[in-house]
């Protein structure tokens, strides 16, 4: 068994996966998910898991280099639009509307799919490069993540 880090075989595979500028997204969970992308739905109850817990647990494991977010997030979910700002201070955070957000989302490698009930709390990363060098550029905050 693993020591640690993500348990969940079908998040730990498709996380092992991601290529340099490969997109993936963790959604709420109403988002509606495209067809043809791969779901990895963790989704157990309502608000569980968080967005704040997947983002924790899937940053321990994924270099970050780029964020797209819906613009409604910073009105209607100004909790959330502040986490993703203060988690993300390295990476540029690129706002835009939802329907936009919603399209990209087909770009994905895949969606994880949380319990979170947060207006627009759907996150689209771009992964980095693992180079030792690269990835000194986007180190993330993890005590950002509580």
């Given at each position: 068994m693993k020591r640690g880090g993500v348990i969940n075989k079908k998040l730990s595979e498709q996380i092992a996966g991601l290529g340099h500028t490969d997109y993936f997204m963790i959604c709420d969970a109403g988002f509606p998910i495209p067809e043809g992308v791969e779901r990895?739905?963790?989704a157990l109850a309502f608000q569980i898991p968080t967005l704040?817990?997947?983002?924790?647990?899937v940053l321990d494991e994924v270099v970050v280099e780029k964020v797209c977010i819906a613009e409604e997030m910073e009105i209607y979910n100004q909790?959330?639009?502040g986490f993703v700002k203060n988690?993300?201070?390295n990476q540029p955070v690129e706002s835009m509307p939802q329907n936009l957000l919603a399209r990209m989302a087909k770009k994905c490698?895949?969606?994880l799919r949380?319990?979170?009930l947060a207006p627009y709390s759907n996150v689209i990363m771009q992964a980095a490069s693992g180079v030792e060098e690269y990835k000194k550029a986007f180190i993330i905050d993890m005590d950002q993540i509580t």
């Open positions: 990895v739905d963790l704040k817990q997947c983002l924790k647990t909790d959330g639009y988690v993300f201070v490698r895949f969606i949380s319990g979170e």
